[in-house]
């Protein structure tokens, strides 16, 4: 997909502050640091749009990027964040609970992990509940230019085996850095687009 146009359309954290205009969407979520900020803004073509959500202190949002005006890139805020107060995981816990539950222009999720290290407990429990709520999960493998390129098929089989992923599962490796995998990512959710 060629991407013409981008915008911050809409942020919060309840329904009613979410777009009304029933665009498809399609959600990224991911550790904190993953680089999941890295990866929007080289799918949007964009130096900084999306910001680092991470960041101590900063409202949790989910943020709505438009793309040329026919959907929107949905950006989940990290979880993981080994600072963050309990009260702020519980929110985090029950706004993307009810996102995921009820957001009906939501056709699938891309689920960002870090190609270096085997998936930890948080992603594979991200993993299980969006299939438990039946999305379509396509993988994206991040930073894959940190590591040597004969070693990427090893890591990819490493997080294919830790998150129990089925043949037909997508996995691609991303480098934000060399801006591979952009196009890949796009193929993939295309699929998705009406
Ligand atoms: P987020 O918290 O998931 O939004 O992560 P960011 O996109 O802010 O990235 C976290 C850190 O990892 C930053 O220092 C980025 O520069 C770095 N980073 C993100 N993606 C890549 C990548 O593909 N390659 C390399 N080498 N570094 C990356």
Redesign the pocket.
């Known amino acids: 997909m060629e991407v013409k146009q981008s915008s911050l359309a809409a942020v919060g954290t309840k329904f009613s502050q979410y777009p009304t205009d029933g665009k498809v969407e399609i959600a990224f979520a ?10 929007i ?1 080289a799918m949007l073509g964009r130096k900084a749009l ?1 910001r ?3 960041q101590p202190g900063k409202t949790r949002t989910i943020n709505f990027y438009d793309v040329n005006d026919c959907m929107y890139v949905v950006d989940l805020p ?1 979880y993981g964040y080994a600072k963050a107060p309990k009260t702020e995981i519980a929110k985090w816990g029950m706004m993307i609970e009810e996102y995921l539950q009820k957001r009906e222009e939501l056709r699938a999720i891309i689920l ?1 992990i870090d190609i270096r290290h085997e998936p930890g407990k948080n992603d594979i429990m991200m993993y299980d509940w969006l299939k438990h709520y039946g999305y379509d999960i396509i993988i994206a493998a ?5 590591i040597n390129r004969s070693q990427i098929q090893k890591h990819l089989s490493v997080i294919r085996k830790t998150l129990g992923l089925g043949p037909d599962d997508v996995l691609i490796p ?5 801006k591979t995998g952009v196009q890949e990512l796009w193929a993939e959710i295309e699929r998705f687009l009406d």
Not at 174 to 178: L, Q, T
């Open positions: 991911g550790k904190s640091n993953v680089g999941k900020s890295t990866l803004n999306a680092t959500s991470s990290g960002l991040t930073k894959s230019d940190k991303f480098s934000g850095e060399k």
